[in-house]
């Protein structure tokens, strides 16, 4: 698989689950309630293959690749580390606020659908245009050492996988 089929891939997944949270938050917004496990479900996959294993991987070996192949650090890659700190405020935000709603407090339902609602603008925004953006400036060597190094992709394919069908079955239940 080319590395950009298999990020091409990993955006598809993050998109479905962006698509399912704003069903979630949209039902939560309309009723007052949400299904917890559908709801811990999403913030895991958000937590643990968005950002440790996808942006991780952006962070640690597509940025750095990026400025060798003279991509300036203060311009697009700034913007996407920016995005990524803004995306797990978002996280720590709706983390926070579910686990208030837990607890029957009243103003945690509105606080999990704002950052949800700026989390999934922010994330299409930056798979949309920033990212193709950079990806399009990597050599195609490049591009295949950064995404087929084993560590990287054997453990978030897995992850992704097991999340996703975890996730699927009790969203569709």
Request: hydrophobic share 45%; aromatic share 8%.
């Amino acid at each position: 698989m080319k590395a950009t089929q298999q990020l091409k891939e990993e955006h598809e997944g993050v998109l479905l689950m962006l698509r399912i949270l704003a069903e979630v938050s949209r039902q939560l917004a309309a009723t007052g309630t949400i299904v917890k496990e559908h709801f811990e479900g999403i913030l895991e996959f958000l937590k643990v293959f968005v950002d440790k294993c996808h942006h991780g991987k952006e962070e640690e070996l597509l940025f750095p690749a990026l400025v060798k192949v003279g991509i300036p650090h203060d311009g697009p890659i700034a913007v996407m580390l920016f995005e990524h700190e803004m995306g797990r405020k978002y996280i720590r935000v709706m983390t926070d606020a579910f686990e208030r709603y837990k607890l029957k407090d009243a103003s945690a339902a509105s606080a999990i659908v704002q950052n949800a609602q700026a989390y999934i603008e922010l994330l299409t925004e930056h798979i949309d245009i920033l990212f193709s953006l950079s990806i399009c400036s990597l050599s195609i060597l490049i591009k295949k050492i950064i995404f087929f190094l084993p560590w990287l992709t054997t453990g978030c394919q897995e992850k992704l996988k097991r999340l996703f069908m975890t996730a699927l079955k009790r969203l569709k239940s």
